[in-house]
């Protein structure tokens, strides 16, 4: 900058640039000011009137003087108009949607979406446009191919008090189609390919954790393994190839022991990426083969006794089946509701990790007493019990009960429920002793009990769970 130089400025090239007309003016206007106080005197000193005219000369010089001070306070604040022509700066705003008003209140929700756009070039710009129209933080994205567009996933966080109908319609007027949408939750903030592999991890531990990967995989499915020879007898569901069948909403696998595994959606589709995905993890379940975790735990029941909880498979089946044999026809009724002789056709069942986990109480000489049975039963859990006739009352069943249902939680079940006939009263107190909100079913001597895992953590409901039996 040229303080010194008041007359000079910038031109646009950047050159010095004179104002030589402003001078001119300033030279004229002072040879009149000359001019007229030249006649201003003359005309007091010779005049009659000459103390009036220089009164009222004062009053119009105070006057003006008034006025040129309100003038100066009331625009001297406007912006410098610029030699070169340029605007004025703008107004400081800050940074982000401030005109966007906060119609929807202060927090967020977590949601999973997915939509169907075009496959065209900016067909997904303008639906992240349409989410940041309404403030919705787009916290993660993944993309599936399809033959006619792209499926695009969607991990949002939103507004508190947007609905999610709003979400969908701003969706749908950016070109989006067949959205889906749910709410989510912290576990979702993973990223896949993370999730994914520590799905893959948990497989390769335990077989009973296939049916949980797939649905923590694939959301809110319904997941069935049917044997190739059911328990009851009869013919088995048609095989399928290796590769597997993908049909809309459901896709069907080779199960690894033998026989199908169908996952169904019926809310929305599969697309190839999913399917790839579940293929990979039931291909990995196929070639590790059989296995449970190790571990055990070993209880003092309190007449003094010790005793080893431990999980059990297939590999236990004669053990079972001998506890069988010493259980009387009326305990055996009580669990399996039918005829008693068909009891060992279930338990080759019951026992495979495919199909849940079974705990074991066994005493120190390793004679299995008492059975605890955690079955997945498509979406839906399902808890079982059998205690030998003479370790009955001895609170063995409570505490296979109490495991099972925090290995439930620990596993995301909503809720567990057990089928019992409505004269088992040590059934009914084992549920009662869980300590959580009951639901009771009674149909023709048949009583279902449903235990709500949502009202209370797990350790409440059963106490401290050894990680090395889940």
Request: net charge negative; hydrophobic share 40%.
């Amino acid at each position: 900058m040229t303080p010194d130089i008041p007359d000079v400025t910038r031109a646009r090239h950047g050159r010095p640039v004179h104002h030589w007309r402003r001078e001119v003016v300033e030279l004229a206007a002072l040879f009149t000011a000359v001019a007229v106080a030249d006649a201003g005197a003359n005309l007091v000193g010779h005049g009659p009137d000459g103390p009036a005219l220089l009164v009222v000369s004062a009053l119009v010089l105070a006057a003006t003087a008034v006025f040129h001070v309100w003038w100066s306070r009331r625009h001297g604040h406007a912006p410098p108009v610029s030699d070169t022509g340029a605007r004025p700066a703008a107004e400081t705003r800050p940074a982000g949607p401030s005109e966007q008003p906060a119609a929807y209140g202060i927090g967020g929700t977590l949601w999973r979406m997915r939509t169907t756009v075009k496959d065209e070039p900016g067909s997904l710009a303008a639906l992240c446009t349409a989410l940041a129209g309404h403030r919705v933080d787009i916290l993660s994205l993944q993309t599936h191919p399809l033959a006619d567009g792209t499926a695009d996933d969607f991990l949002l966080r939103a507004p508190g008090a947007l609905p999610a109908a709003e979400i969908t319609r701003a969706v749908a007027l950016a070109g989006g189609t067949g959205t889906w949408i749910e709410r989510a939750d912290a576990h979702d903030l993973v990223d896949v390919p993370t999730r994914v592999l520590g799905l893959a991890a948990r497989t390769a531990v335990d077989t009973a954790e296939l049916p949980l990967a797939l649905r923590q995989l694939l959301g809110r499915c319904t997941i069935r393994s049917l044997p190739g020879r059911p328990a009851g007898g009869g013919r088995g569901p048609q095989p399928v190839p290796a590769e597997g069948v993908l049909e809309d909403t459901v896709m069907r696998l080779p199960a690894p022991e033998g026989g199908v595994l169908t996952v169904e959606r019926p809310y929305l589709p599969f697309t190839p990426t999913e399917f790839a995905r579940a293929r990979a993890l039931v291909e990995l379940d196929s070639r590790l083969g059989p296995r449970i975790p190790d571990g055990e735990d070993v209880l003092t029941l309190p007449e003094g006794n010790d005793i080893t909880v431990r999980r059990v498979d297939t590999g236990d089946l004669a053990a079972a089946r001998a506890m069988h044999d010493r259980c009387s026809p009326h305990t055996l009724g009580l669990r399996y509701h039918g005829p008693v002789g068909d009891a060992d056709r279930y338990l080759n069942h019951l026992l495979s990790p495919r199909y849940g986990r079974t705990l074991a109480a066994q005493t120190a000489s390793g004679r299995i007493v008492g059975l605890g049975h955690l079955l997945w039963d498509g979406d839906e859990t399902e808890v079982a019990l059998l205690v030998e006739d003479e370790w009955q009352q001895r609170g063995i069943g409570g505490e296979l009960l109490g495991r099972l249902v925090a290995l439930a939680a620990e596993a995301g079940c909503e809720s567990v429920y057990a089928v019992t006939k409505a004269s088992n009263t040590g059934m009914v107190a084992a549920m009662r002793g869980l300590g959580l909100p009951l639901d009771y079913q009674v149909e023709e001597g048949t009583l279902v009990i449903t235990a709500r895992l949502d009202a209370a953590p797990a350790a409440t409901a059963a106490g401290p769970q050894p990680p090395h039996l889940g």
